[in-house]
């Protein structure tokens, strides 16, 4: 089983930025990072975790929630075991826990459920 370990989130200002870090641990010999797929959801009050971003075992694929395109950039590292969500100009209405996830495979996945493996999340809050 994969543990994830979020950081990063805090609270800034409209048009601030943040970086938020995902780091793995518990990988096996016959795991490694790179087979995973890993991506960032968030989930606001009251409301559906989503996907903001996802992408595959090698970076080369990667898919963003349209909200986020042009504003948000995904990335990994897979010697660091660590994927990355770059967030500029961020909006209020980018406010809410953020958690990374990761599953075994070789696409891009969206949805919740076809995930295997959660972080704790991390609080992003921006002011107006």
């Known amino acids: 089983q994969v543990q994830l370990v979020e950081s990063g989130g805090g609270l800034v200002q409209t048009g601030g930025s943040l970086r938020l870090s995902c780091t793995a641990s518990?990988?096996?010999?016959?795991?490694?990072?790179?087979?995973?797929?890993m991506a960032w959801f968030r989930q606001a009050p009251g409301e559906e975790r989503l996907v903001v971003s996802a992408i595959s075992w090698d970076g080369g694929r990667t898919h963003y929630a349209e909200s986020v395109k042009g504003r948000f950039t995904i990335s990994r590292d897979n010697a660091k075991k660590t994927v990355y969500l770059q967030m500029n100009s961020l909006k209020p209405e980018d406010t809410a826990v953020y958690y990374c996830?990761?599953?075994?495979?070789?696409?891009?996945?969206?949805?919740?459920?076809?995930?295997?493996?959660w972080g704790q999340g991390t609080q992003v809050t921006v002011s107006p």
């Open positions: 518990g990988l096996t010999f016959s795991s490694y990072f790179n087979h995973y797929a």
């Open positions: 996830a990761a599953v075994r495979g070789f696409a891009t996945y969206l949805r919740t459920y076809e995930y295997t493996s």
